[in-house]
């Protein structure tokens, strides 16, 4: 069983960024794909990223283009998503994901591809 957890989030200003980290632990996800996502309030849950199981290969949402990057450290059975120029639509809570099929795609763009979640974590940007 793998256990994620999110931290990194909090109270950011518009124009500001932040670096979320995704530590795993339980088995190693090594050689998981992993995603990353958000749910605003009262809204359905919205993909942001994934990442193969090597790093070598990222798939964006367009909400994130040029703004998010994703990146992992093996070794240290982490993720970190990375946030720039925040605006309050980024107000949400965010998570990571790990999808266990053995694949070495990084196109998972859907909660429905991933098997263990985190318990998220809050960003809440202000004006």
């Known amino acids: 069983q793998v256990q994620l957890v999110e931290s990194g989030g909090g109270l950011v200003q518009a124009g500001g960024s932040l670096r979320l980290s995704c530590i795993a632990s339980?088995?190693?996800?090594?050689?998981?794909?992993m995603g990353w996502f958000r749910q605003a309030l009262g809204q359905e849950r919205e993909f942001l990223a994934s990442i193969n199981w090597s790093g070598v290969s990222t798939y964006y949402a367009n909400s994130g283009k040029g703004r998010f990057t994703i990146s992992r450290n093996n070794a240290k059975n982490t993720l970190y998503p990375q946030m720039n120029a925040l605006n309050p639509d980024d107000t949400a809570v965010y998570y990571c994901a790990a999808d266990k099929s053995p694949s070495d795609s990084a196109y998972v763009p859907s909660p429905i591809f991933f098997d263990y979640w985190g318990q998220g974590t809050q960003v809440t940007v202000s004006s």
């Open positions: 339980g088995r190693t996800v090594s050689n998981y794909a």
